[in-house]
């Protein structure tokens, strides 16, 4: 048997099957979130399809690649990502996109993924180095710097939906990369203490828009009265299509007859097939395909855990437990905006949002995952 073969083989073929379920699925959803561009909903779905199968070529050349190679990208597409933010914030654009090769992206959708690399690689390859660099303060400044500089450009772009993204990744990096306890917990404390600083003095100053919309949702919690024509537009209509689909649903495309609200617009059409995607689906698919979703979101996450506890290192210990703080977050903000339980934000559905680069880049980081899988039982190379 060659190496290639036994590798093949040797996948895991749930991770492989749980992936492209849900992508799979996804690709329906565009299909009837989409339906009310010029180009109509078939369009979309088949680049989503399109992008899927590029998706597939990075997956498994990632994943028959031994991963101690790949990490090594980590420190170079950080510094390309950087250089892209900072270009990035001089770009006249909503939501901070650059161009290149024609390929319109987000920089803060590689910098997430070359920093969950980068801090592998550093919090494995350093304490080999010079003891130093295992100290638990060490440990802390590592992960600190090389969340913290995305995190702060992320804000300054205004973006605060993707700056939430960094905090879970950066703690279970600390936890999984042998931060101790008490300096976990403290810093968890001196955060939640920061809270209402962070809310009242900095939000407003960065994001006038983000601030508006943690307002929104408050007074909507608290059932204050709101605009539901103005501001809270969008959180009214997009939980009341997921609170009135039942168990059933009201069917795939669903007609205005049928009593789709998606039909009749009210669900915001423009942004339907990326932020609010998981609100069609809902209302489409009902209680018991909303929780099959999640379901599988759910069981990716479990296999990428189970992945972790059996790498050979510490670099795949931490990437492949960035990655699912990455996945958990989007799922969780996502999902949570539109049951009234986070404020909106513009953050995709990971493999399920119609998005051409992201879906890559979640592709790439679970064809890296795969690779910790395949070569956990590589001898590792001692100093």
Not at 230 to 247: F, I, L, N, R
């Amino acid at each position: 048997m060659t190496p290639l073969l036994r590798k093949l083989l040797g996948l895991n073929w749930v991770l492989v099957f749980v992936m492209y379920l849900i992508a799979g699925f996804g690709v329906l959803a565009i299909e009837s979130a989409a339906r009310h561009f010029v180009v109509g909903g078939e369009y979309y779905a088949t680049r989503q399809t399109y992008w899927i199968f590029a998706g597939t070529l990075v997956y498994f050349a990632v994943a028959l690649v031994d991963y101690r190679w790949v990490k090594y990208l980590g420190p170079p597409l950080y510094l390309v990502g950087l250089g892209f933010m900072l270009y990035a914030l001089k770009v006249d654009d909503e939501v901070h996109r650059v161009v290149v090769a024609g390929i319109s992206f987000q920089p803060s959708q590689l910098m997430i993924a070359a920093g969950i690399i980068l801090i592998g690689t550093l919090l494995h390859e350093l304490p080999r180095l010079h003891w130093i660099f295992g100290l638990p303060i060490a440990r802390l400044s590592i992960v600190g710097i090389v969340t913290g500089i995305p995190f702060a450009l992320v804000v300054l772009a205004g973006d605060m939906g993707s700056a939430i993204v960094w905090l879970p990744v950066a703690g279970v990096a600390l936890l999984v990369g042998g931060l101790p306890f008490r300096y976990i917990i403290f810093m968890g404390l001196l955060g939640i203490g920061l809270i209402p600083i962070a809310h009242k003095v900095i939000l407003p100053q960065v994001s006038e828009r983000g601030a508006g919309r943690i307002e929104v949702f408050l007074d909507m919690r608290e059932g204050r009265a709101v605009d539901i024509k103005g501001d809270a537009y969008a959180p009214h209509w997009v939980s009341t299509a997921v609170g009135k689909a039942g168990w059933k649903g009201v069917g795939w495309k669903a007609s205005a007859e049928k009593g789709s609200l998606h039909d009749q617009k009210f669900i915001p059409w423009k942004t339907a097939h990326n932020d609010f995607i998981f609100a069609v689906f809902a209302e489409e698919w009902g209680f018991r395909g909303s929780m099959l979703l999640i379901t599988a979101f759910g069981l990716l996450l479990i296999q990428c855990l189970f992945i972790a506890f059996y790498s050979r290192d510490m670099s795949g210990r931490v990437i492949a437990s960035g990655v699912v703080a990455l996945f958990f977050a989007h799922v969780f903000e996502n999902v949570g905006m539109c049951v009234l339980m986070m404020p909106i934000t513009g953050i995709p559905l990971p493999l399920f949002s119609y998005s051409g680069t992201f879906m890559l880049m979640c592709l790439f980081l679970l064809g890296l995952v795969q690779s910790i899988w395949v070569h956990r039982n590589v001898e590792v190379e001692e100093d």
